[in-house]
């Protein structure tokens, strides 16, 4: 069976999944890689599950990767338009998320992250930014 032409630019972000995908980047300053336990144990040290779960109260995790940046980056994808509405505040999804992860109290998360960052943004890596296999 001949596969149809399909009209399409080679600089647009182009889909598979049927949806349009955000990569969330959290900035946590510090390093997160002491933050693995499970929210439900009740420690100190449940950070990156309390940002996961942050996360997925405002929008629908599809994937994510591994810390990164000597455990101070992480990235989750997500659906677009789960994040790109402006909020009831006034203020983006995108920055309420982040107002939303600083706040993460310090009994869950004993690292500061009150000056993480949030950044959205479309599928692009830098050769020098790639992170190794």
């Known amino acids: 069976m001949p596969i149809a032409k399909q009209n399409f630019s080679h600089v647009t ?27 439900s144990a009740g420690a100190n040290t449940a950070g990156l599950e309390a940002v996961r779960a942050t996360i997925m109260s405002r929008a629908n995790i599809l994937a994510e990767g591994p810390l990164t940046d ?11 338009d789960s994040v790109n509405l402006a909020s009831s ?3 983006t999804a995108i920055a309420e998320l ?18 993480a960052t949030v950044t959205g943004t479309k599928l692009g890596i830098l050769t020098a930014a790639a992170v190794a296999l």
Request: aromatic content about 6%; hydrophobic content about 35%.
């Open 13 to 39: 972000n182009f889909e598979l999944e049927g949806v349009d995908l955000t990569l969330l980047t959290v900035d946590f300053i510090n390093d997160m890689s002491g933050q693995t336990t499970d929210l």
């Open 70 to 80: 000597s455990s101070t980056q992480k990235t989750y994808i997500v659906r677009t």
């Open 89 to 91: 505040f006034g203020t």
């Open 98 to 115: 982040e107002t939303a992860i600083r706040a993460i109290p310090v009994g869950v998360c004993s690292v500061t992250i009150t000056s």
